[in-house]
């Protein structure tokens, strides 16, 4: 049985994220899409709100499983017995920021592997900062994530009005 975990920040969660995922999900038994709670991040959204956004997206795939955590990945892993971690890639800078991640969680963690997925050309451009800040400026991202997401960056920049002083402007390498 191969359980794998698919992690990230989800902030929100957009097409790109649910197309690695399902795909992951057709070569593993099981797949858990954790939620990075913290530290060391700034986030629009709460941890529950980003798992909520998620769950809704897979609530009909059976080997998919989603929660929430928080501290370093590889150990979140062994704690729950998953022996494979599942990553993007989408640009070659992805590639030197997961090699380098790679080398590092494996230093730490010897026996969980990592699994690099290629994005899909469609998706290429996208990244959760592109979403929040095309969101945050009325922009039309239905194209870029479900209807559920966009209901719910749209109420959310409609509370803020024009403060956007909490709005996230850059992960760690989007
Ligand atoms: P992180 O904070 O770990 O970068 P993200 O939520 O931004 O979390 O991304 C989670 C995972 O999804 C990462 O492996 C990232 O490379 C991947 N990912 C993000 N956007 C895309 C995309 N457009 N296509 C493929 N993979 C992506």
Aim: hydrophobic share 45%.
């Amino acid at each position: 049985m191969i359980k794998a975990v698919f992690p990230g920040s989800f902030d929100p969660i957009h097409n790109g994220h649910i197309d690695i995922a399902t795909r992951a999900a057709r070569v593993v038994d099981e797949l858990v899409v954790a939620v990075y709670d913290k530290p060391l991040k700034n986030f629009l959204f709460t941890p529950e709100v980003r798992m909520g956004m998620v769950r809704e997206v897979f609530k009909d795939n059976p080997k998919v499983t989603v929660c929430g955590y928080s501290g370093l990945t590889v150990k979140f892993c062994e704690s729950i017995n998953a022996q494979v971690m599942i990553r993007g890639l989408r640009v070659f800078s992805d590639f030197e920021y997961e090699f380098r991640m790679a080398l590092a969680n494996h230093r730490l963690s010897p026996n969980v592997e990592m699994m690099a997925l290629i994005t899909s050309d469609e998706h290429s451009f996208l990244s959760s900062t592109t979403v929040r800040e095309i969101a945050a400026l009325s922009g039309d991202v239905s194209t870029m994530v479900p209807p559920h997401v966009a209901a719910i960056l749209k109420s959310k920049f409609e509370a803020l009005g024009d403060d956007h002083s909490i709005v996230p402007t850059q992960n760690v390498r989007d």
